[in-house]
């Protein structure tokens, strides 16, 4: 029939029939999906009761993704342990490269010297290096040799322990634990180091203490730090909150109007 047909007020009617439904439609559509989803049911009040969660969407997300692809994530594990191991191996070297630029500064002779077998294969091997007695490069060359190595195994831990956790953590939840760690741990070679100068009055044995202090603060610290991380829960992120549905009385006036009928 068309609308031409309809007699002046019946099309008034239909105008205003369609104009309200129209608002319904766009305004308040989580109520009608509710109500055609539940017409069948009884107790319109329990349509709008909060909906409980008690997961994050970073959760749901997980679950879904193990549940439907194990391979998938088994290659994100990976990924993510690569990841780990890669950002743990360069705050190793940084750490090793600033060490270094303060302990050459308090006695360069640990590192040029045949004392050591830091001269000797400065000189057997990066002869350039060498030939400058420049302490920057001194500090860049053995801030590298002598700390990635130790980084890279301690990486895989803390990586497979990250992931191991149940909120399968990832890099970022290792930047601020790492940071503080490596603070405390030149803080400590510090320390140490004045404490065994006020002793002994030697810069030398001073240096060489505060090498071998980082050594083992370093492996006991990334040892610690892997437990840290398989028994840490993050905090939840505004993010990740989910917004609860609570329908307004004009909502549940309209459903009860349409549901009587």
């Not at 600033?98 to 294969?121: E, K």
């Not at 140490?192 to 090498?211: R, T």
């Not at 083992?216 to 505004?238: F, H, Q, R």
Request: net charge positive; glycine share 4%.
């Amino acid at each position: 029939m068309k609308l031409t047909s309809i007699a002046p007020i019946n099309k008034s009617i239909l105008l205003i029939y369609l104009t309200f439904s129209s608002c319904i439609l766009l305004l308040f559509p989580s109520s009608i999906l509710a109500f055609s989803r539940h017409s069948n049911t009884t107790g319109i009040p329990n349509l709008y009761k909060p909906m409980p969660h008690t997961h994050s969407t970073t959760q749901l997300a997980h679950v879904i993704a193990t549940a439907t692809s194990p391979s998938s994530s088994i290659t994100t594990d990976m990924i993510e342990i690569a990841k780990i191991m890669s950002m743990t191996t360069i705050n190793a070297v940084a750490y090793g490269i600033v060490h270094d630029l303060i302990t050459t500064q308090i006695n360069f002779d640990y590192f040029a010297s045949d004392r050591t077998h830091h001269g000797p294969y400065t000189k057997a091997h990066f002869p350039f290096i060498y030939r400058t007695n420049n302490k920057i490069l001194y500090a860049l060359l053995w801030g590298t040799i002598a700390t990635w190595w130790v980084g890279l195994p301690l990486g895989i831990i803390c990586g497979i322990a990250a992931r191991c956790n149940s909120k399968k953590l990832t890099w970022h939840n290792l930047m601020k634990p790492m940071s503080l760690f490596s603070v405390g741990m030149l803080t400590t070679s510090i320390i140490v180091g004045l404490l065994n100068y006020v002793n002994y009055k030697d810069s030398f044995e001073m240096v060489a203490v505060m090498h071998q202090t980082s050594y083992i603060t370093g492996i006991v610290g990334g040892i610690l730090m892997a437990y840290y991380l398989y028994n840490y829960t993050p905090e939840k992120s505004s993010e990740e909150k989910i917004i609860q549905f609570e329908p307004n009385s004009i909502t549940i006036n309209l459903v009860r109007l349409f549901g009587n009928k």
